[in-house]
């Protein structure tokens, strides 16, 4: 069975930092491209930062750019998003998804995601 878990959320300040994991089972991690999506409470699921496989390219959406990096352990099966400079508005679920078979390109649109995490919260305080 197909498993992506995530964690590493957590309550921190504005201008902190944290770390999100996600942990993919199974051939899940081979040949994916793999993407962090958010979703705040009342609003629609947006993307955040997506990585090629096996790990060449990265996106991000303008509102993270240049404070998160998305990178990926293909040994140990893991993706993270690092988080720095963190604002209130960053408060979200975070989920993390899998693209089977990606062929070494990258998505932004969570239809074309497979497989998904149950969510992991990160709630930044002003």
């Known amino acids: 069975q197909v498993q992506l878990v995530e964690s590493g959320g957590g309550l921190v300040q504005a201008g902190g930092s944290l770390r999100l994991s996600c942990v993919a089972s199974g051939r899940t991690f081979s040949n994916s491209a793999m993407g962090w999506f958010r979703q705040a409470p009342g609003k629609e699921r947006e993307f955040v930062a997506t990585?090629?496989?096996?790990?060449?390219?990265?996106y991000y959406a303008d509102s993270v750019k240049g404070r998160f990096t998305i990178s990926r352990d293909n040994a140990e099966n893991t993706v993270y998003l690092q988080m720095n400079s963190l604002k209130p508005e960053d408060t979200a679920v975070y989920y993390c998804a899998a693209r089977r078979y990606a062929g070494g390109y990258y998505y932004t649109n969570g239809n074309d995601f497979n497989y998904w995490g149950q969510g992991t919260q990160v709630t930044v305080s002003s």
């Open positions: 990585i090629t496989w096996p790990g060449v390219n990265t």
